[in-house]
């Protein structure tokens, strides 16, 4: 248990809201789609719809990851990580870095080194390259912030998740 999950469960507070309610509420909320990569000796990589804008001037950036992800545990200690937002027709590749294991990276997912040697796939909105400054534990997932040390975009339109299903925006 992380001290957050401990405090909700203190006395004083009100019952713990079931997580399929929570869920089901949360589907209501359009989010932008991300890819988060890094390369602690191979290419790692998950989808994370949780990239949120912390501040402009330091530039800062969150995203949190489940504690069981297999990419996490091999790319937490990672000097740097690159946050790619999806465009609209990138769904498959949503899809593929959203399922646990196997080789992400495989064709035909295109792919090159980028900055730091991170792993950039092609097509991307935008990205981000990250150096972390903090993460915390909280509940089963991981809180991580990073500055941004690096970023590129090419525009077009991003890719959403709302309601369970990926969209485009018209």
Same mark, same amino acid.
């Given at each position: %248990?992380?001290?957050?999950?401990?405090?909700?469960?203190?006395?004083?507070?009100?019952?713990?809201?079931?997580?399929d309610t929570? *869920?089901?509420? %949360?589907?209501?909320?359009?989010?932008?789609?991300?890819?988060?990569?890094?390369?602690? $000796?191979?290419?790692?990589?998950?989808?994370?719809?949780?990239?949120?804008?912390?501040?402009?001037?330091?530039?800062?950036?969150?995203?949190?990851?489940?504690?069981?992800?297999?990419? !996490?545990?091999? %790319?937490?200690?990672? #000097?740097?990580?690159?946050?790619?937002?999806?465009?609209?027709?990138?769904?498959?590749?949503?899809?593929?870095?959203?399922? #646990?294991?196997?080789?992400?990276?495989? +064709?035909?997912v295109a !792919?090159?080194?980028?900055?730091?040697?991170?792993?950039?796939?092609?097509?991307?909105?935008?990205w981000l390259?990250?150096? +972390?400054?903090?993460?915390?534990?909280?509940?089963?997932?991981?809180?991580?912030?990073?500055?941004?040390?690096?970023?590129?975009?090419? $525009?077009?339109?991003?890719?959403?998740?709302?309601?369970? *299903?990926?969209?485009?925006?018209?």
């Amino acid at each position: %248990m992380t001290a957050v999950t401990d405090q909700l469960r203190g006395e004083g507070t009100a019952r713990l809201l079931a997580p399929d309610t929570y *869920r089901a509420a %949360m589907r209501h909320h359009a989010k932008g789609v991300a890819v988060i990569t890094a390369h602690p $000796g191979r290419p790692v990589g998950f989808c994370a719809t949780s990239v949120t804008s912390l501040s402009a001037d330091p530039p800062l950036v969150s995203f949190a990851v489940g504690l069981r992800s297999s990419s !996490w545990a091999a %790319m937490h200690n990672s #000097p740097h990580f690159l946050v790619q937002l999806l465009a609209d027709g990138q769904e498959d590749l949503a899809r593929g870095f959203a399922r #646990p294991g196997g080789d992400k990276f495989a +064709p035909p997912v295109a !792919w090159r080194p980028g900055p730091f040697g991170l792993p950039l796939l092609d097509g991307v909105l935008a990205w981000l390259v990250l150096g +972390p400054l903090t993460t915390q534990p909280v509940a089963d997932h991981v809180l991580v912030i990073g500055q941004v040390v690096d970023a590129g975009h090419t $525009g077009g339109t991003p890719l959403v998740h709302h309601d369970g *299903r990926y969209h485009r925006l018209s």
